[in-house]
């Protein structure tokens, strides 16, 4: 069994550990921590080149899955793994996603065009984060929905969340640094068409700090908000404590 090591503060992370399987990785998932003042950040780095990232609502039996033990004792029968993972959105009180929900291909939730609502799904811009085959991308909801017929084909999968905190590098202009509206925050961003990244802060944060250490730190062109003092991430969140969740987004492994 490979030993286990978790090192924070900018060092790469072995997976062999936290998977405790004995295996090689095939996957080039990094999981790192960064400082962030009094708290840290935590990231899983995903390159599609080599991972696969998929998200998942219900078991074989149309249960919702909603914990991470649930999803990695549903991926061990199929011969799978989780390596890193997060909630991937905003949901309702029935656990269905708030907005366009895709999964394996299949429009399982319609794209939500609701914009005068209470909440943080609702503040604008929101967005839609897509997975193709090898290929990710975050696009506003508004352009989402004028250009279906373009962005749609290959869409593997996609979660629609908001608001959004990065579009084209520049910060959502309604954040304020000094907003006292802090919480523990969950993200997804890219850096590139082939690179995602998962995020989560473990202290709370508001808006334009996670959105200002996304961009400045990580790099991210594009980020969406998934969701907040609920959120957790594998592997470090392995314990079961919180609540269940709607959707959750993984990047899994083959066991050998």
């Known amino acids: 069994m490979a030993p286990h090591r978790y090192l924070r503060s900018l060092l790469k992370v072995s997976l062999c550990g936290f998977l405790a399987l004995g295996m090689t990785p095939s996957h080039s998932v990094e999981l790192i921590d960064y400082p962030l003042r009094d708290q840290r950040i935590s990231t899983c780095k995903i390159d599609l080149r080599r991972d696969v990232i998929r998200m998942f609502w219900k078991d074989d039996n149309k249960a919702v899955l909603g914990r991470f033990s649930r999803l990695q004792a549903w991926l061990r029968t199929r011969g799978e793994n989780i390596v890193c993972a997060t909630n991937a959105g905003i949901y ?19 794209l939500n065009l609701r914009k005068n609502a209470y909440g943080n799904f609702y503040l604008q811009p929101n967005g839609i984060f897509l997975i193709r085959d090898r290929q990710a991308e975050i696009v506003d909801t508004d352009r989402f929905a004028a250009e279906q017929d373009t962005l749609l084909p290959g869409v593997l999968f996609a979660t629609q969340s908001g608001p959004m905190l990065i579009q084209h590098g520049k910060i959502n202009p309604r954040f304020s ?5 802090r919480l523990v925050r969950n993200a997804v961003c890219i850096t590139s068409p082939q690179n995602v990244v998962l995020a989560i802060s473990r202290g709370p944060i508001n808006f334009y700090e996670f959105a200002a250490f996304l961009r400045d730190k990580i ?4 980020a969406l908000f998934l969701d907040g003092n609920i ?9 079961e404590f919180g609540p269940d969740f709607g959707v959750l987004i993984a990047v899994t492994q083959k066991l050998k």
Do not use: F, Q, W
């Open 219 to 222: 790099a991210c062109t594009d």
């Open 92 to 110: 309702e009180e029935d656990y269905r996603p708030l907005g366009l929900y895709i999964e394996n291909g299949v429009t399982r939730r319609k």
């Open 177 to 181: 640094a000094a907003s006292e509206n």
């Open 231 to 239: 959120s957790r991430m594998y592997p470090e969140d392995i314990a």
